[in-house]
């Protein structure tokens, strides 16, 4: 415990696991808790739902709209919100499948401070469906739609990086592009001063 701050500070994965197991009960997440990165926060979140009984969603993100840095993060249980109904004006009607989605609320929701630690600032215990215990899964048995999705997240946030990158290098090359432009333009005016003085010289003549 941080006795300026009152955070809780969780410093490595395996010290977690080390207090989880001497005190015999699930380490719970709870407001103001630290993580070094978003990936430990991640890390902690997803440990904590395999031993309570359900599997871990990486959900929505916040970025600044500055540098496109994620700011928060939001760990849900893959059982939130409720799959989109199918219409019939929109085609025939495929066969059902089963839904993973029963609007569950349970969720841990991670922020970034101005020392660089993620905090968590909310937290949502209740689940709205029984929680199944299943030997520890991994996340490797998450559901190919959970996994999809993981997927799609890694890439966009590397599209985002490679977006940025490509914005800055466009700005500098404008930049030079402005640079040369008024080069030119200087120089064209000399010239044209030059030829200026140069026919008033051979009118006197």
């Known amino acids: ?55 871990m969603r990486i959900d929505q993100c916040r970025r600044s709209e500055v540098d496109k840095r994620i700011l928060s993060r939001r760990l849900s249980c893959n059982k939130q919100g409720y799959n989109a109904k199918l219409r019939q004006q929109y085609g025939p009607v495929k066969k059902p499948r089963g839904s993973s989605r029963e609007g569950c609320k349970a969720m841990m929701l991670v922020k970034v401070d101005k020392a660089g630690k993620w905090v968590v600032s909310r937290f949502v215990k209740e689940h709205t469906h029984p929680l199944v215990v299943s030997g520890r899964p991994s996340r490797n048995q998450m559901d190919h739609k959970d996994r999809r999705i993981q997927v799609l997240t890694l890439e966009l946030e590397h599209q985002d990086k490679l977006c940025a990158l490509y914005r800055e290098q466009l700005i500098t090359l404008l930049k030079n592009v402005e640079e040369q432009t008024e080069l030119l333009s200087s120089k064209i005016q000399e010239v044209v001063g030059n030829v200026r003085e140069f026919e008033t010289e051979v009118q006197k003549s």
């Open 1 to 55: 415990m941080d006795s300026h701050s009152g955070a809780i500070t969780v410093d490595s994965f395996a010290e977690r696991e080390y207090i989880a197991s001497e005190e015999n009960s699930v380490q719970e997440p709870c407001i103001g808790m630290e993580f070094d990165s978003e990936d430990a926060a991640k890390e902690f979140y997803d440990e904590y739902a395999r031993r309570l009984g359900f599997i």
